[in-house]
């Protein structure tokens, strides 16, 4: 619907991008990224005192530091190393704009953006991140995709419901109770074989050292994360490929996935994700809606600078 002229018209998905939630399952925020309570163990790592932690602002340099959680230097005990401990070993670190506390109330290490301005996404992973539990201990890194070749979208809704009794006189009184959204179910067909990816949405793991992918077992925990995919608007009638009118963000806040079927026979095999998105609480007990759906400009979009964050 809409007014001819006036109205945009959607067309090609451009860009999917995914991220793990905090450990409390809450999205991240720059001032609010948290891991778990502790205590961590660090001792299975190769150097303890030089356990690397990296962090990213936005499309900004990638800054990776090793951090010392070694017992008689920076810990008590190598394998329960403490929040507070941890939280001195990053400060020691020195990260720029970024500081390390214990959350208050939670007990969760906890980093928050320092600086002048306002980023938009701070991104925290490596070693230490995963061992301190920071996206699940997953990282709160972006995978990203411009390979997904189809997104399909459905709505589940509680139906309304319907009370009745008849009277002796052959007359119905009837409650109806309203229906209500509950949640978005995505399907997106990936041209692409992409572990990293496959493995925030199912929850396998990727050995470092062989690339080797495990799937996950009926023990194995599973990652919540969110999404944004991005697709072009257009104007009314015919118009060149190019000649985009804008874009729309869409956001799904919290999800959960599964990895679909292949066919191997002589085409290209798709991989297929089952995503859902579900309402959640945010910390001040408000109910959060699935998705949001924002529209941009093509200076907003190329702002956001996708591929590079």
């Not at 309203?178 to 995505?186: H, L």
């Not at 925030?200 to 050292?209: F, Q, R, S, V």
């Not at 066919?263 to 949001?292: C, P």
Request: a negative charge.
């Amino acid at each position: 619907m809409g007014l001819r002229g006036s109205t945009k018209y959607d067309a090609i998905l451009d860009f999917i991008r995914i991220m793990p939630l905090n450990d409390d399952l809450q999205p991240p925020t720059t001032t609010r990224m948290v891991g778990g309570t502790g205590t961590f163990d660090f001792s299975g790592e190769t150097d303890p005192s030089a356990v690397p932690l990296s962090i990213k602002i936005d499309d900004g340099a990638v800054e990776t530091k090793n951090i010392d959680v070694s017992t008689g230097t920076g810990s008590v005990d190598e394998s329960k190393v403490t929040v507070a401990e941890l939280v001195t070993a990053i400060t020691t670190a020195a990260f720029t704009d970024v500081t390390a506390t214990s959350e208050v109330g939670t007990g969760r290490i906890k980093l928050a953006y320092s600086g002048a301005g306002t980023p938009k996404y701070i991104q925290v992973y490596g070693r230490a991140a995963e061992v301190a539990l920071f996206g699940q201990g997953r990282g709160l890194q972006f995978r990203k995709t411009d390979n997904i070749e189809a997104a399909t979208e459905s709505i589940t809704r509680k139906e309304q419901e319907e009370i009745t009794e008849t009277s002796s006189t052959g007359l119905d009184n009837t409650i109806i109770s309203d229906g209500y959204r509950k949640s978005i179910t995505q399907e997106w067909t990936d041209e692409s074989a992409d572990y990293d990816f496959r493995s925030i949405i199912e929850g396998g793991t990727i050995d470092a050292t062989t690339g080797t992918y495990t799937v996950p077992t009926s023990q194995s925990r599973p990652i919540y994360f969110f999404a944004e995919l991005f697709w072009r608007n257009y104007n009314e009638g015919d118009s060149k490929e190019a000649d985009i009118k804008g874009y729309t963000q869409q956001i799904l806040h919290s999800c959960k996935g599964t990895f679909g079927d292949r066919s191997y026979n002589r085409e290209w095999v798709k991989w297929v994700y089952s995503i859902v998105g579900t309402t959640y609480k945010d910390l001040s007990g408000n109910l959060i809606a699935d998705s949001v759906e924002i529209p941009l400009t093509k200076e907003a979009y190329a702002a956001l600078n996708v591929k590079a964050v």
